[in-house]
């Protein structure tokens, strides 16, 4: 996993096929990790969680699913403009891939490779690092869904149960689809065969010693705790400003909002309908993904008005070109202006 985030910074292009030989939770960059694991559960059971530079939702990597990992410049001219255009570049490999191996799958906008009859198979997401951007999906051989329930932080183990069914019903794997496990070998020769036929040739390159190297000063800051549980949520924990504002009369409040793109969770403290502070998180995707904290500013001082919020986060999406695959500037005004 720190491979991808070290060759995107050096901006070497590649593409990555991995498969972990240990169970690892893998988790957004814009979710929070305290409310979506089960950390508890995780330490129990010898499960590393870490949090991924590239958004989306909570993912359980395990020897039974082969990830890929596009890595590709932004200036490098050969390759499609926009998040959309650069999707369709790794879901239609994806794709062909599980279409290779039996399984009648196709790619469902924003970011899903799915069965014709709408089971999942995989899920795809893309940031920007460096002067990059990355592109991640997976070929799920088998999937433990018990397992990816477990590590979820959920109100109640009948919720628990819920997910679980939720899981078996909507995500699928080869194995489930064709009743056949291929080799590691024949999906990874897939993969590479579907992907040289839109990007040219992949000859296989041996890492040299600066990559792990690089890797390994990337890690203190990936598996750091500051970094793992850097919080969306601003206001949390500051007892002080909390209680200040309280006592002003001044409201704070989280609220969920599902968009077609993802999940978008807000926290913000307002004063009537006056916007004081905002924090925004969630499993959706949003490129460039640092670019968030300007529409958190944007907003601070603004009524919370569906349209006049609309309006300016619309504006800043404008300034600096920001793309958010099935999540608008309406969907952030929505769950801004519901949040009560």
């Not at 909570?58 to 200036?75: A, G, V, Y």
């Not at 951007?133 to 819920?162: H, Q, T, Y």
């Amino acid at each position: 996993m720190l491979i991808f985030h070290v060759l995107a910074r050096m901006g070497r292009e590649a593409l990555i096929l991995v498969s972990p030989s240990e169970k690892i939770v893998s988790v957004g960059y814009f979710q929070d990790t305290d409310k979506v694991i089960d950390l508890e559960y995780c330490r129990k059971n010898g499960i590393s969680v870490m949090r991924r530079e590239i958004g989306g939702g909570t993912t359980l990597l395990d020897r039974n699913q082969i990830f890929f990992q596009l890595i590709l410049r932004r200036d490098n001219p050969e390759f499609p403009r926009g998040i959309a255009s650069l999707y369709r570049l790794i879901a239609d490999p994806c794709a062909e891939t599980y279409r290779a191996l039996g399984v009648d799958a196709l790619f469902r906008p924003v970011n899903d490779i799915v069965t014709e009859e709408g089971r999942k198979v995989s899920g795809l997401g893309g940031a920007d690092i460096g002067e990059c951007v990355v592109f991640v999906g997976n070929i799920i051989l088998d999937f433990d869904s018990r397992e990816m329930a477990n590590i979820l932080k959920v109100p109640s183990e009948k919720f628990r149960d819920k997910v679980h069914k939720s899981l078996e019903d909507n995500v699928s794997s080869v194995v489930k689809e064709t009743g056949r496990k291929p080799s590691r070998r024949e999906v990874e020769d897939l993969l590479i065969e579907k992907f040289a036929k839109r990007l040219g040739g992949l000859p296989e390159a041996l890492l040299e010693s600066e990559v792990y190297e690089k890797a390994h000063e990337l890690e203190k800051k990936m598996m750091s705790d500051e970094f793992l549980f850097r919080r969306r949520d601003k206001t949390a924990g500051d007892e002080d400003y909390m209680k200040v504002k309280i006592s002003s009369g001044i409201q704070v409040s989280e609220r969920s909002y599902k968009a077609c793109g993802g999940l978008i969770t807000v926290t913000h403290v307002a004063q009537g309908d006056t916007i004081k502070d905002i924090s925004i998180s969630g499993d959706f995707t949003f490129y460039p993904k640092d670019r968030l904290k300007d529409i958190e500013d944007s907003l601070v001082g603004a009524r919370r008005d569906i349209s006049g919020i609309q309006g300016l986060i619309s504006k800043v999406y404008h300034e600096l070109s920001i793309e958010s695959p099935g999540v608008t500037p309406l969907d952030f005004a929505e769950a801004i202006c519901k949040a009560d």
